[in-house]
């Protein structure tokens, strides 16, 4: 891919709609084997877009899926643009690359303790295990996409890898 225009917007949106499809269809495969295809999102959004600390997992609200999904990408598009920020300061900055695995860590425990806060069932409705699987394959592809389109990133890593001194 050319190395050419690398707009942390428009960059950063592409970078987080890679994420939320990760993330979403990771739920819907879960869902769907489950024999409740959608349900994660309905729940999401009666929590999270309409406050219901107790949302009936056997009903599914068609405007809490709409209205969530569009929150959840909304949410990865900011997180893409956070990321590609991060890369481009890092591909200058090896200090800068350090940030990354705890950023990652950070959004982790955020968003699941997030969760936690909304609802008492969270455990039941959303296993642990379940969201890091979802948010590690996001971080995967997600990195995957900017290692590829940022040549220079990789090379300053070559040139000077995490806890070595830049020789400039």
């Given at each position: 891919?050319?190395?050419t225009r690398h ?7 592409d970078v987080g709609?890679?994420?939320?499809v990760v993330v ?145």
């Amino acid at each position: 891919m050319p190395n050419t225009r690398h707009s942390v917007v428009g960059e950063g949106t592409d970078v987080g709609l890679i994420g939320g499809v990760v993330v979403a269809v990771w739920f819907l495969v879960l869902d769907t084997l489950a024999g409740h295809p959608f349900q994660t999102p309905s729940l999401l959004g009666q929590m999270v877009i309409f406050g219901d600390r107790t949302p009936d997992p056997g009903q599914l609200a068609f405007g809490a899926i709409l209205f969530y999904t569009s929150f959840h990408f909304i949410v990865f598009a900011g997180i893409g643009m956070g990321l590609v920020a991060l890369v481009h300061w890092g591909t200058d900055n090896p200090v800068v690359r350090y940030a990354l695995l705890p950023v990652f860590l950070v959004f982790e425990i955020l968003f699941y303790g997030f969760i936690e806060i909304l609802s008492e069932r969270t455990n039941e409705l959303f296993p642990f295990w379940a969201v890091v699987t979802a948010n590690t394959l996001a971080a995967v592809c997600m990195a995957a996409y900017l290692w590829r389109r940022h040549p220079a990133f990789r090379n300053s890593i070559h040139d000077t890898p995490l806890g070595a001194a830049p020789l400039h």
